[in-house]
């Protein structure tokens, strides 16, 4: 790595800390200085102690989500590029089926949350919300991989069934292939949107049999606990980005030697 180049990834790292440190400051001060009660809006320093404090509390319940959100998204993959596969081998299957996933995709999950609660059963809670997360998490991957799939080199297909190549030998080494970096990039949303999905599932059960931070947040404010409200919003923020940077570096790490997305330009 050149000398410009360690600069620039100094930059990018203590540039965001920089400006992350400045607002917590000011946001310290503006409620030490007009005397804002904790119950409307708590310190930065209140919410650590809370973090620490509670750490006991929220740390299961930060793994439930974990478990549902990594389930859902991992659910959302194997449908999502089996059903492309499907789709990419027969343009009658998908034009009888990708409609109803669209459907499923603009419908609020929030609307059909209470119906899947009673189909599943009260008594299993999560294994609605493993549902409910994975209806959101599963179009992105759907989409992504079957255009994927259809994008590939033409010319290379043509080429591919001139020397007699089978559908199977198409499949796996030119359209696979060609829709990695859409599914790469598919994920990279969809495993977001399943966090989203786990969280907004959690808040319309609100029954309290699913003890994931999403209930942990609607107990802390029903009890006018708003630090460990705090605490737990910035356990599920934390959780979110460490999903995006882990799917990021993956991305990288498959695409960085062929991909033009992921090669180092010299210029």
Do not use: C
Not at 4 to 15: C, K, T
Not at 20 to 27: E, F
Not at 253 to 262: D, F, G, I, V
Request: hydrophobic share 60%; glycine share 6%.
């Amino acid at each position: 790595m050149t000398t410009p180049e360690r600069l620039l990834l100094a930059v990018r790292i203590i540039l965001p800390l920089a400006v992350g440190a400045m607002v917590l400051g000011i946001w310290e001060f503006l409620v030490w200085y007009y005397r804002i009660p904790k119950f409307v809006l708590p310190p930065p320093s209140m919410i650590w102690r809370s973090l620490i404090d509670d750490f006991g509390t929220l740390a299961p319940s930060l793994w439930l989500t974990l478990v549902i959100t990594m389930e859902a998204f991992a659910l959302a993959v194997i449908g999502g590029v089996a059903l492309a596969v499907l789709f990419s081998q027969s343009r009658i299957l998908e034009l009888a089926l990708f409609p109803y996933a669209v459907i499923l995709q603009v419908t609020p999950v929030v609307a059909i949350a209470p119906l899947v609660i009673i189909w599943v059963g009260l008594d299993q809670v999560n294994e609605a919300l493993l549902i409910l997360a994975w209806l959101v998490a599963f179009f992105p991957i759907l989409s992504n991989t079957t255009i994927g799939l259809r994008s590939a080199d033409h010319n290379l297909h043509n080429l591919f069934q001139l020397y007699g190549a089978s559908r199977w030998q198409v499949l796996t080494q030119l359209q696979l292939p060609s829709a990695l970096p859409y599914l790469l990039s598919g994920m990279k949303i969809s495993g977001g949107l399943a966090l989203i999905g786990a969280v907004v599932a959690e808040f319309v059960a609100g029954s309290g049999s699913a003890t994931g931070l999403a209930w942990r947040i609607v107990e802390s404010g029903n009890r006018l606990n708003i630090p460990r409200m705090f605490a737990a919003l910035l356990l599920l923020s934390a959780l979110g980005i460490i999903i995006f940077m882990v799917l990021t570096a993956l991305q990288h790490l498959l695409l960085r030697r062929w991909h033009e997305s992921a090669m180092r330009r010299e210029n």
